[in-house]
């Protein structure tokens, strides 16, 4: 067989690895930029080039949405606003294709919310994408967990003044748990939020369950590092 053709294969060999879900929420878990930013910009090539094809734009907008999470956990505001908005491009092309689809309109109302942190600005422009795609994504699946997380997510980085706030997060943090006790994303967040309004025994028991769940999650035994139990 011809190296060219060697190469072609190992190449769509990797591009399957990358746009592997799995793939990315380990490099997620783990806070690997590096690898994060490896698999969008790959990811980036192959939806500029498959503009209509909804797998190709779903895996890059998953990719940047990774990346702009870990960003925002690492405090890197402005790496987590580029990335937020180079998926915001595809999750609009997805939800414009499939519009029926609870779990693109739960990518893009995230995406939009990972724009928000640190800046008035962009918080008045995508606080209201936030809001509404992730409203739209719990009323196409009310039975998803994953829906009310991404949402109590927004919530919770979104101001008061436009309707968000820790107290209305956490009411959307309990409702995942009620749904699926076992999503160490709802814990996660669900302590997140009440360390901030300052029920820390709370928190703290709920960032336990949070890496007990999953232990690969570097972010969750942070938070939990930093909760007092009391």
Same mark, same amino acid.
């Given at each position: 067989m011809p190296l &060219?053709? !060697? &190469? @072609?294969?190992? $190449? $769509?060999?990797?591009q399957s690895a990358a746009s592997n879900s799995a793939e990315l929420e380990k490099a997620r878990d783990a806070q690997d930029r590096g690898a994060l930013e490896r698999y969008a910009s790959q990811l980036n090539a192959v939806a500029a080039k498959q503009s209509n094809d909804a797998q190709a734009l779903y895996r890059q907008a998953l990719a940047e949405s990774y990346l702009a999470e870990i960003a925002v956990e690492?405090? =890197?505001k402005n790496l987590a606003r580029s990335s937020a +908005? &180079?998926?915001? /491009? &595809?999750a609009e092309r997805l939800t414009a294709l499939k519009p029926e689809n609870s779990e693109y309109h739960r990518l893009l109302g995230t995406l939009c919310g *990972?724009? #928000?942190p640190g800046n008035v600005m962009t918080a008045l422009k995508y606080g209201r994408c936030a809001q509404d795609e992730l409203n739209k @994504? #719990? *009323?196409l699946d009310p039975k998803s967990a994953m829906n009310y997380v991404s949402r109590g997510a927004g919530n919770y980085y979104l101001p008061q003044a436009m309707g968000g706030g820790a =107290? #209305? @997060?956490i009411k959307d943090f *309990? /409702? @995942?748990? +009620? !749904?699926d006790a076992r999503s160490a994303d709802a814990h996660l967040w !669900?302590?997140?939020a009440l360390r901030k309004v300052n029920r820390n025994a709370e928190a703290h028991k709920a960032l336990e369950k949070a890496v007990s769940l999953n232990p690969a999650r570097v972010w969750a035994k942070q938070q939990l590092a930093k909760t007092p139990p009391a």
């Open positions: &060219s053709s !060697l &190469s @072609a294969i190992f $190449l $769509l060999l990797w690492m405090g =890197d +908005e &180079s998926g915001i /491009k &595809s *990972q724009a #928000v @994504a #719990v *009323q =107290d #209305v @997060a *309990q /409702k @995942a748990i +009620e !749904l !669900l302590g997140i």
